[in-house]
């Protein structure tokens, strides 16, 4: 495991430089799931939950989240996105994506879970490669 880039050596936190960093393409997949009632998935799913579109609006809540994630996580830079990609940023659409699909069926379901938040795959960067069911 390497060092901890965001310390300095006294511990504290600070900006990493990125300014001499090469331009690369980089992509990342991540997922979530959101565990519920048989019955509230079938209200999501035929479009019948009061809120409207479950699923497209937690697309879209995805998304805006992506696109902001360096404003929600500290010391994260901002970065270029051609779609959703690198690993903070596809962790926050799915995290929200899974936080929507929540606020539109709670009134149904205040029981649902949101598990198995995680980082599937990367490809590109410094760090290169990685794939979570060739980790460990």
Request: hydrophobic share 45%; aromatic share 2%.
């Amino acid at each position: 495991m390497s060092a901890l880039t965001h310390l300095s050596s006294a511990g504290e936190a600070h900006m990493v430089d990125v300014s001499n960093k090469a331009e690369t393409k980089r992509v990342a997949k991540a997922q979530g799931a959101v565990v519920m009632a048989p019955e509230t998935l079938r209200l999501a799913l035929v479009g019948e939950a009061k809120k409207g579109d479950v699923f497209g609006v937690a697309r879209i809540a995805g998304i805006m989240a992506a696109k902001r994630t360096h404003e929600l996580i500290p010391l994260c830079h901002p970065l270029p996105l051609s779609q959703i990609g690198v690993e903070m940023e596809a962790l926050t659409a799915v995290s929200v994506a899974c936080l929507t699909i929540y606020d539109m069926l709670k009134a149904v379901d205040r029981g649902m879970r949101i598990e198995d938040v995680g980082l599937v795959e990367k490809s590109g960067g410094a760090s290169g490669d990685w794939r979570r069911d060739q980790a460990r």
